[in-house]
């Protein structure tokens, strides 16, 4: 591959000028289209483009066509396209809906990388039109890192609203340039439908873009993938996900509500393996339409580590697919959410990492009380709660710090701060959890947190008694964290932000020096 000399970068407004004036950028040099064909013979690019788990040199590409079509990506760290560090194909057919993903290795780090998607007919051999995207490659050392982490998208039939604006968030997070996007999960409500009318408690109608897809509570493996294919109607999502890599993981609302193993099914009935068709059918449709990769073998895992650059270490972690029940009770004082396997992965690659900052990206919080996840009330560890105390004990003795915990799904926001001296279990380190969302759904009032690992709310945000439950996405109650990482302090600034964009609460966290044995006597 052909070493790059970059002669003019892209800056990310002049990009961003070039990626939302129009759905289709012409194409360049060898991706130019024949001249005699009309636009109706040429495959489309179908919905927006993606990338995704960007990490230490690599990154994955997504997109979908109109018809059976062969992608083609081609990557350069220069305007012109001159010169290209990086090209794949991949069939994208029906059996797919169209989707294909690419993972591209080699890539140079710190760099802010263009890539350019074109599909190809696979019958007639035609050219497609092209679309630019961007990504920045991990650092490999010194530089600064920022990032953005939200969740829970068209929720409780909040869609789309060109009149309000569409899925303003996607907007206001692109304006704060963000290297990527941890999304926390909920990406769709394949539970929910999507009406054309909502009434709002000032008398007032949100008018929603409705899809058939969307009319019915998702069963089958094309109403499942419509959800996802609904939220690329969104130019705001559009031009959000051409230019900011997304981290993605998944919680209920991609399958059921509230959904486990076992407790998850419908009419459709089971697997072979005993995997209920209902969430199989959701995972596919997942895989399908998320720039992530494949974990080798484990085909199907959404659980695993990212690698960017020497500060941090980002472990995405799955609180579904593991779980024991649907609901965290019963008088069996045994209980898990992580699953055995996926428990001993997590403390393993804690002990390992030697990034500077470890955030654990969670689909659920660990002190909100909630049947549905871990915490059930004041008092020593129970079921599900024993998992954590093991996590959290483990991390201890192994000298791992610098842990931070972000997630969303409680549909507002809020800084926890856990210390052993408040809690019931004490044999763990300090450690904050951050809590953001609904990026565009209904908005919630917070909940209790209980005493086990001893959390406080150092802030908390979300809709008042007077307000009332599921409050509209157009009442400015819709969040998002940013978290910046200092590139020569190492020091760790989160902060709490609103669709317009307002810093609500913010705090900086100073990196601990590492308590291994091993690292202790190196520096010595």
């Known amino acids: 591959?052909?070493?790059?000399?970059?002669?003019?970068?892209?800056?990310?407004?002049?990009?961003?000028?070039?990626?939302?004036?129009?759905l289709a950028v012409a194409s360049l040099g060898t991706l130019a289209t024949p001249y005699l064909s009309?636009?109706?013979?040429?495959?489309?690019v179908a919905g927006g483009i993606q990338s995704g788990d960007v990490c230490d040199g690599s990154a994955v590409v997504w997109a979908r066509a109109d018809r059976a079509a062969r992608m083609h990506v081609e990557c350069s760290t220069i305007e012109s396209f001159k010169t290209i560090i990086a090209s794949a194909s991949r069939d994208a057919l029906a059996d797919g809906d169209f989707t294909a993903k690419l993972l591209l290795n080699d890539l140079p780090p710190g760099q802010d990388v263009f890539y350019r998607v074109r599909f190809d007919d696979i019958a007639t051999g035609l050219r497609g039109e092209s679309r630019i995207g961007h990504f920045r490659t991990a650092p490999a050392a010194g530089r600064s890192i920022s990032f953005v982490w939200s969740g829970d998208v068209a929720g409780q039939g909040w869609g789309i609203d060109i009149a309000?604006?569409?899925?303003?968030?996607?907007?206001?997070?692109?304006?704060?340039r963000p290297d990527f996007f941890i999304h926390s999960g909920d990406h769709i409500y394949a539970d929910c439908t999507i009406p054309s009318e909502q009434k709002l408690p000032n008398g007032e109608t949100w008018r929603n873009l409705v899809i058939e897809e969307k009319s019915e509570v998702a069963h089958t493996l094309a109403q499942f993938r419509g959800n996802y294919k609904y939220n690329h109607l969104d130019e705001n999502f559009r031009a959000f996900h051409a230019e900011v890599p997304m981290?993605?993981?998944?919680?209920?609302?991609?399958?059921?509500?509230?959904?486990?193993?076992?407790?998850s099914y419908d009419h459709a009935g089971?697997?072979?393996?005993?995997?209920?068709r209902l969430v199989a059918r959701a995972r596919r449709a997942f895989f399908d339409f998320?720039?992530?990769?494949?974990?080798?073998?484990?085909?199907?895992?959404?659980?695993?580590?990212?690698?960017?650059?020497?500060?941090?270490?980002?472990?995405?972690?799955?609180?579904?697919?593991?779980r024991d029940d649907s609901w965290n009770r019963g008088s069996d004082r045994r209980g898990w959410i992580f699953g055995a396997e996926q428990l001993v992965w997590l403390k393993r690659e804690l002990a390992a990492s030697r990034a500077t900052w470890k955030v654990i990206a969670a689909d659920l919080p660990i002190?909100?009380?909630?049947?549905?996840?871990?915490?059930?009330?004041?008092?020593?560890?129970?079921?599900r709660e024993h998992e954590i105390a093991d996590l959290l004990g483990s991390v201890k003795r192994a000298g791992v710090r610098n842990i931070v915990w972000l997630t969303a799904d409680m549909h507002y926001t809020a800084a926890?701060?856990?210390?052993?001296?408040?809690?019931?279990?004490?044999?763990?380190?300090?450690?904050?959890e951050f809590v953001s969302g609904p990026l565009h759904a209904g908005t919630w009032g917070p909940a209790e947190l209980d005493n086990t690992f001893g959390p406080i709310a150092m802030y908390q945000n979300g809709c008042s008694a007077a307000q009332g439950e599921n409050l509209a996405p157009c009442f400015g109650l819709q969040f998002f964290g940013r978290v910046d990482i200092d590139g020569r302090s190492g020091v760790m600034t989160v902060t709490l932000k609103d669709v317009d964009n307002r810093s609500l609460w913010s705090v900086d966290i100073a990196p601990q020096p590492q308590a291994r044995p091993a690292m202790v006597a190196q520096h010595s």
Do not use: C
């Open 1 to 22: 591959m052909a070493t790059l000399r970059a002669s003019r970068a892209w800056t990310r407004r002049q990009f961003l000028v070039r990626s939302t004036s129009s």
């Open 38 to 44: 009309r636009a109706a013979d040429r495959p489309q």
């Open 164 to 176: 309000r604006g569409g899925y303003r968030g996607y907007r206001t997070m692109l304006d704060n």
């Open 247 to 263: 981290l993605a993981q998944w919680d209920d609302h991609e399958v059921t509500n509230d959904w486990s193993p076992t407790g």
């Open 270 to 276: 089971f697997e072979d393996d005993g995997t209920p």
């Open 290 to 322: 998320m720039p992530i990769r494949d974990i080798g073998a484990q085909q199907g895992r959404v659980y695993r580590k990212i690698a960017y650059g020497p500060l941090l270490d980002i472990f995405m972690i799955d609180m579904r697919s593991y």
């Open 367 to 383: 002190g909100l009380i909630s049947l549905d996840a871990v915490a059930l009330g004041d008092g020593p560890p129970d079921r």
């Open 416 to 432: 926890h701060h856990y210390d052993p001296n408040r809690a019931q279990f004490q044999e763990f380190e300090p450690f904050w």
